[in-house]
């Protein structure tokens, strides 16, 4: 256990020496380039074999990418760090814009790659891949050459990959470059008045005096509505550019590449959301109910994350540091002593302060085989959970450190297992300690408002997008048109059971301009259930299953997410019965919460 002060803020010395005006980094770079540029070389000139005795060199060319990988990410990991640190450290993000460039040339290798790996002939390939040196990282092999196979010749895929760094990319970084100039005035009642970031302001929307909330909502509205004409342009010619190449390549579907990327089928995801949409009643009434402990006839937007308790208790982040590591021991005594690890060694930016990116994340360096979490600590529940979440995150990539780095990929739904899972723990034990009937409610609004996010406000987000998208091919889609969309997705989502919307969240919120990953809602809430169903294996079974959700996680990079659930779960994903399972837990607390108010 921890017993002394904490620093919260983030060592990223041990990474590279001298934050962004780093010598370490800029030789670093410089030389990551010089070596990509080698390597593109080789690889242009290098043939694919047509002989099994031809296939020699071509380990060493695989074994050169991975290392090459493994350093582009330690690279852009730590630049993002840096930018998320501090939204005005131009340096900085100068420099994230030179590894998006070096990122685009790699994306550049990696289709050429894919494409020479789809000119072995079948007999040659399947040789290759059986190869002792190769055999463990088949999966991974097998899935590039699938993706040659769908897209276009690999001089086309260079030249998109070469417009993107100022085209798609380009207006992703728009949209952070407009989050980094909105100050937002606001006069708070106790701390009077101030110029807040985003990320500030945002932690005082689910302040527990409504006044306080709404008057922060209405501040980020306006805020936000500033911005109307350039989140508009971000968002509609980023998305066109997606759009455009999904054409050239033939792909009619938008959820095509969401859905390759996060290694699942189309049954899946419709058996999930149709099973949440299913059960959506039982969650309106937790929401009336909560309207109606906070003496409102309806909960409006800013109310549905309020905590239903008149006054929150604030913890210290030591003391919220030990509960994590006390609860994850319980379950398993590795979590525990790597979160104990990475919380002493300064692996987390916790610290409240202006200028920083709003929003949580966790991202690992390959090479030093280290992670580092981002977040804003303001001493709410919430925040205990964000912390044990992106321990979760942490832990997941540390089983897999062991793995070969192509097989250590794991998409975005399953990467969400582990930090999910974590915070059921912590929330759990948080609710078992609770010590009054008061705290037992408080503890069960604090979940169940994690599952409003996950079966609401995620499915409007994903009713929004992939309706945004179907206009988009049609054209620009206009501000009115996106507040109406957004509105729209919103009432279907959450039943209409709220008084107000957020029609700006298609501004306010970053998910929709993320362009690594498509279409950044989904696998939050498929994270979200999967883990909820390994949770609930994991109280039926006991510390016993703590080896078998290693071995789950391990598994997560090397295979789809039917394959893992088969294989560890003995489930099939494609049918409700799974899914059922997991919301059933939910469904459990909506019951205990309303059998507590009742009076």
């Not at 891949?129 to 055999?135: A, L, R």
């Not at 302040?207 to 109307?228: L, V």
């Not at 006390?326 to 690890?341: D, W, Y």
């Not at 997560?556 to 837990?585: C, I, N």
Request: glycine share 4%; proline share 3%; hydrophobic share 40%.
């Amino acid at each position: 256990m921890i017993n002394e002060t904490l620093d919260q803020t983030w060592n990223l010395e041990t990474i590279f020496e001298g934050g962004s005006h780093s010598k370490a980094f800029a030789s670093f770079l410089k030389q990551l380039n010089e070596d990509l540029n080698q390597f593109q070389n080789t690889l242009t000139e290098t043939h694919a074999p047509n002989t099994d005795g031809e296939t020699t060199l071509w380990k060493d060319i695989i074994h050169k990418y991975e290392a090459l990988y493994k350093r582009l990410i330690e690279g852009y990991a730590f630049l993002e760090c840096l930018t998320a640190q501090n939204m005005k450290d131009d340096k900085a993000s100068q420099l994230f814009a030179a590894i998006q460039a070096t990122a685009a040339q790699f994306e550049a290798c990696s289709t050429l790659l894919e494409s020479k790996y789809n000119e072995f002939p079948s007999d040659v390939w399947k040789t290759f891949i059986s190869d002792p040196d190769m055999q463990s990282i088949s999966f991974y092999l097998n899935e590039s050459r699938q993706k040659a196979k769908e897209r276009l010749s690999a001089d086309q895929e260079k030249i998109i990959s070469s417009l993107s760094i100022d085209g798609y990319h380009g207006w992703g970084t728009l949209y952070d470059t407009i989050v980094s100039n909105i100050s937002i005035p606001f006069d708070h009642p106790v701390d009077g008045k101030k110029d807040l970031s985003v990320g500030q302001l945002a932690n005082l929307i689910d302040d527990s005096n409504r006044d306080i909330r709404k008057a922060a909502f209405a501040a980020w509205e306006k805020a936000w509505h500033s911005q109307d004409d350039f989140c508009s342009a971000s968002l509609n010619h980023l998305a066109g550019f997606r759009l455009q190449t999904y054409k050239e390549r033939g792909w009619e579907k938008v959820l095509k590449e969401p859905l390759s990327y996060n290694r699942m089928s189309d049954k899946t995801l419709e058996t999930m959301w149709q099973v949440i949409t299913d059960n959506k009643s039982h969650f309106v009434k937790y929401l009336d109910r909560k309207a109606k402990l906070l003496g409102l006839e309806k909960l409006a937007w800013f109310d549905v994350d309020a905590p239903v308790a008149t006054s929150s208790k604030k913890v210290t982040y030591e003391e919220s540091a030990n509960f994590i590591i006390e609860h994850f021991h319980k379950f398993n005594p590795n979590m525990a002593k790597f979160a104990e690890h990475a919380i002493k060694n300064r692996w987390i930016e916790a610290e409240d302060r202006n200028g920083k990116r709003p929003g949580g994340f966790c991202t690992s360096f390959p090479l030093s085989e280290e992670s580092r979490i981002f977040m804003t600590f303001s001493g709410t529940a919430s925040n205990i959970s964000t912390l044990a979440h992106e321990l979760g995150h942490a832990y997941h990539q540390s089983v897999m450190n062991d793995l070969p780095y192509l097989t250590q990929h794991y998409a975005m739904n399953v990467a969400e297992t582990a930090s999910t899972f974590a915070e059921m723990i912590v929330s759990d034990a948080a609710q078992a300690a609770a010590k009054t009937k008061e705290e037992q409610i408080s503890f069960l609004d604090e979940k169940l408002g994690r599952s409003i996010a996950f079966f609401m406000n995620i499915h409007a987000r994903f009713l929004f997008e992939t309706r945004f998208y179907e206009e988009r091919k049609q054209g620009i889609v206009g501000i009115d048109r996106l507040n109406e969309l957004m509105l729209t997705a919103q009432k279907e989502a959450y039943c209409d059971a709220l008084s107000s919307y957020h029609p700006a969240f298609w501004q306010s919120k970053l998910h929709f301009y993320i362009t690594d990953v498509p279409f950044y809602n989904f696998p939050y809430t498929f994270g979200y259930l999967f883990s909820t169903g390994i949770y609930v294996k994991a109280l039926e079974e006991g510390a016993t299953f703590a080896d078998k959700y290693d071995a789950l996680l391990r598994d997560t990079g090397r295979m789809t997410v039917e394959e893992l659930a088969e294989k560890h779960l003995k489930v099939d994903l494609t049918k409700p019965d799974f899914w059922q399972s997991a919301v059933d837990y939910a469904i459990k607390d909506v019951n205990d919460f309303l059998e507590l108010t009742k009076d």
